[in-house]
């Protein structure tokens, strides 16, 4: 058995000990199979993944939620499922095509009343959003383009306050974080998001590696201090 498969295999019988209903979620099924059918990259997050990603929404009590990268709304459906009835969630999708399957799944999760996904090249719709004067955001999730990583981290500071969660995915890369000869865009882009979190005096962070069904790879998390 290689280690990926070793990986999956313990990644499904975690599922199936801790969230043992995924299987029958229609909105999240449906979701998945929409998304592939519409040939969107099969780069959502995995279903554990998708449940902490709800835990750490409501350990944060998170009442307004911004996600940076919605693709087919998958991971969506899990911050938005942490939403009280009076929240918000706003995700920012490059792709039209992309944003026009996560608005329908996002509907058949009974979320579109929460759940508003905006269309544009997010360092085009961040400042806008800006301009809005929203409540501070409670949970930002960045999980879009790598090479733009540091620039959505610091607009994430801009519209968070103290107590607020910052979750940026994928900062493993297969390892290729730590070579130092590796200079391609992604990499250096998630170099320079983890050092903005390692060096800012607003920042509290970490990072952690993962394997499971989505191979090696992992995610930093950062708190937003006064």
């Known amino acids: 058995m290689s280690e990926s498969q070793l990986w ?21 099924a449906a979701a998945l199979r929409d998304s592939d059918a519409a040939g969107l990259p099969p780069i959502a997050v995995s279903p554990l993944q998708g449940k902490l990603l709800q835990l750490l ?8 939620i911004l996600e940076i990268g919605t693709l087919g709304g998958y991971s969506t459906i899990w911050l938005g499922r942490a939403l009280p009835a009076d929240g918000r969630l706003i995700s920012l999708e490059y792709d039209p095509g992309h944003a026009e399957v996560a608005v329908r799944n996002i509907a058949r999760a009974g979320l579109d ?14 400042p806008r959003l800006a301009d809005e004067n929203p409540p501070p955001f409670d949970v930002v999730f960045i999980d879009a383009d790598k090479v733009n990583n540091p620039h959505y981290m610091e607009w994430a500071l801009r519209l968070t306050s103290t107590g607020s ?8 890369r297969g390892g ?5 000869d590796n200079t391609d865009p992604d990499v250096l882009g998630t170099r320079a998001a983890l050092d903005l979190i390692g060096g800012h005096p ?8 993962t394997v499971g069904a989505k191979d090696y790879d992992g995610f930093a998390l950062a708190r937003v201090l006064a």
Request: glycine share 6%; proline share 5%; net charge negative.
């Open 202 to 209: 607003r920042l509290s962070g970490t990072a952690v590696q």
């Open 57 to 64: 929404a409501q350990l944060q009590g998170a009442r307004n």
């Open 176 to 180: 290729r974080v730590a070579d130092p």
């Open 165 to 172: 969660l910052i979750i940026l995915d994928n900062v493993v």
């Open 8 to 28: 999956q295999k313990v990644d499904d019988y975690f599922t199936g000990r801790l969230l043992p209903d995924a299987p029958d979620d229609d909105a999240l």
């Open 113 to 126: 009343k929460q759940v508003e996904v905006r269309v544009g090249a997010a360092l085009e719709s961040l």
